[in-house]
């Protein structure tokens, strides 16, 4: 393939997009030009390239949206394929590991069909050479100065609800010291804020150590010089690292910022999902994870219309949320996938309009909840991190706030920044999803 592109179509979450990453620098290592394009001028730059052009889609197929998302990238691409637009193309990930064996007759336009992690596959195949790189490097597809940190991959939990553990397995953590050695390389790059990643963060460790050690690898990140801020996503609440909340406490480059998925209230709902926690036990954690990390903004994340969520579910989940005042909350509607326990067990028989209404109430709720601490937030100091620069303001973010999915804060374009660039903040208007406000010396 000398002289040829190969476009990398990343979809559904960041640790997808960590996979398509190091799946680029195999690429690169055996002489493959590469592209990224992730927005409408990359891909049509790319489709005008004189040289031969080959994609591969990196799929999701964790919920129905997500499915159908993949589905329609790749229908898309196999008509530029049958029309002779692109020269090749090839689909891995999540969709084509759980439908392996139903996708090829489906779409014949797909010249060849690989799993979540055969990177090595894919690339011998189309190089005819074996990539020879870091095992953990990659080319970075974010800004340069922040980047997405894997540290294990799969799932034990086996909720009710998720198809995860039957597409990645069992979970698998890295080592502490090959995780540490990445945060090196990357840091050396320009990287100053890690958001560490994981099916299940407080998980990470079991399988080598013995017991969950979280608080240790974020100790250890740390402590490299030049990390400036580490964010923690998808904390599991059973069985919660009481450790890690002294780490977030002390360490002054840990975010006072925590994604844990919670799902529900409800200790019916609880116990039908699977997820091995009442609603007791989960008020409590969230108390403790306040007291001992004053100012922490919580992220989760919530399910309505599970089999057994009546009205009064329902209505225990809003007084919920009413009572804990998330800083941060997604929620979705109930999907049965296939062949998870849910699927086996239940029969999913809220009505759809009923799931939506639902969904529509609670998030309506958070959007009021969200206002209000934003709000709170005005005549306040806040260290921001430096995304971009758009025609009117700098855009940036505060430890508070996760790339792509957390509020930004514009700021007036008083003096000059660039990407990476730390400055403070006075916040002098507040929106639902943003910050405004001018730097302060």
Request: aromatic share 8%; with cysteine; proline share 4%.
């Amino acid at each position: 393939m000398k002289g040829e592109k190969i476009a990398i179509i990343s979809l559904g979450c960041s640790k997808n997009l960590v996979d398509s990453e190091r799946l680029m620098r195999m690429l690169d290592s055996v002489g493959i030009e590469v592209v990224y394009p992730d927005t409408p001028a990359s891909e049509a730059s790319f489709m005008r390239s004189r040289k031969g052009k080959h994609v591969v889609i990196n799929t999701c197929g964790f919920i129905g949206d997500a499915k159908e998302e993949s589905v329609n990238e790749i229908l898309r691409w196999s008509e530029l394929r049958k029309s002779g637009r692109i020269d090749g193309l090839y689909v891995m990930g999540c969709l084509s590991q759980r439908y392996m064996e139903e996708l090829p007759d489906e779409i014949p336009e797909v010249d060849r069909w690989y799993g979540k992690t055969d990177w090595h596959k894919l690339v011998s195949d189309l190089a005819k050479k074996h990539p020879g790189s870091v095992p953990y490097d990659r080319i970075l597809t974010t800004p340069r100065h922040h980047a997405y940190l894997k540290i294990a991959e799969g799932c034990d939990r086996f909720c009710a609800f998720c198809a995860i553990p039957l597409i990645t397995g069992r979970y698998t953590s890295r080592p502490v010291e090959e995780i540490v050695d990445e945060v090196k390389m990357l840091v050396d790059r320009g990287v100053k804020e890690f958001n560490v990643i994981a099916q299940d963060l407080t998980s990470y460790g079991s399988d080598l150590y013995g017991k969950p050690d979280i608080a240790r690898l974020v100790e250890a990140i740390s402590d490299v010089e030049g990390v400036e801020w580490i964010r923690l996503h998808y904390a599991y609440p059973n069985e919660f690292p009481m450790d890690l909340l002294d780490v977030m406490a002390s360490r002054k480059n840990v975010c006072r910022y925590l994604d844990i998925a919670l799902q529900h209230i409800s200790d019916k709902v609880l116990s039908n999902m699977r997820r091995h926690i009442t609603g007791a036990e989960t008020r409590s954690l969230l108390a403790e994870i306040r007291r001992r990390v004053p100012g922490i903004h919580l992220r989760t994340t919530l399910m309505v219309g599970f089999p057994g969520e009546g009205e009064e579910e329902f209505r225990e989940l809003m007084d919920f949320v009413r009572e804990q005042r998330f800083e941060r909350m997604g929620a979705f509607a109930y999907c049965e996938e296939d062949d998870t326990y849910a699927a086996r067990h239940y029969d999913d028989c809220i009505p759809e309009d009923v799931k939506q209404d639902r969904l529509s109430r609670l998030m309506a709720l958070q959007e009021e909840i969200s206002a209000e601490i934003q709000e709170s937030k005005t005549g306040t100091v806040q260290r921001v991190i430096i995304d971009r620069e758009e025609a009117d303001s700098y855009v940036g973010r505060t430890q508070y706030d996760s790339p792509e999915v957390d509020p930004e804060v514009l700021i007036e374009k008083s003096v000059t920044l660039k990407p990476g660039d730390y400055c403070n903040v006075k916040i002098k208007t507040a929106y639902p999803f943003e910050l405004a406000g001018e730097v302060v010396i």
